[in-house]
């Protein structure tokens, strides 16, 4: 009898039923970096053919197709040596007004004056939760919280 308690007992609190979770509040923040394909860091200022600090920014379509800047300060993060990590974009809780399906949002990326590239992500949530569940870069899925694939999420670019 015991036996069958301890069972039921791990079997119940390993649920993966998104709704029987316990609360926890993670921000919808993720951090990507972008290379070439031969591993350069396009967001290093010292790569031939980099992208410009000054040129990249999130925005959404109006109805009227004209693009409205939604993230542009604080977009930019610069290396760190401490922690390791190069240059990368962070994006954050950038807002829910592009909604494209039920929990989905659709921002684009505008790298310079002729690149642009499309983030596609579905948040999850329940009463009291609310996280990413995947993110989608120019139509490639590159996280969900499936698989967890680290953060930043790297980009090659062609």
Known sequence: MLVSCVVLFIIQSCSTD????????VSYD????????SGN???DPATIDGYRKADIYIFE?????DEQ????????????????HSYMLHINNIGKSNMV????????????????????????QNECSQ???AIWYNGELVFDVVT???MPIIVTKE
Request: net charge negative; aromatic share 10%.
């Open 131 to 133: 996280s990413n569940k």
């Open 61 to 65: 379509l109006d109805e009227k197709e």
């Open 18 to 25: 998104i709704e029987s979770a316990p609360c926890f509040n």
């Open 41 to 43: 860091d396009l967001l």
């Open 69 to 84: 800047v939604i993230q542009e300060e604080g977009l930019f993060i610069e290396p760190d040596a401490e922690s390791g």
């Open 148 to 150: 967890m694939k680290e």
């Open 30 to 37: 993720y951090w990507i970096t972008l290379n070439n394909s």
């Open 101 to 124: 399906s039920e929990n989905t949002y659709q921002y684009y990326l505008r790298l310079s004056p002729d690149d642009v590239d499309t983030l596609k992500v579905e948040h999850m």
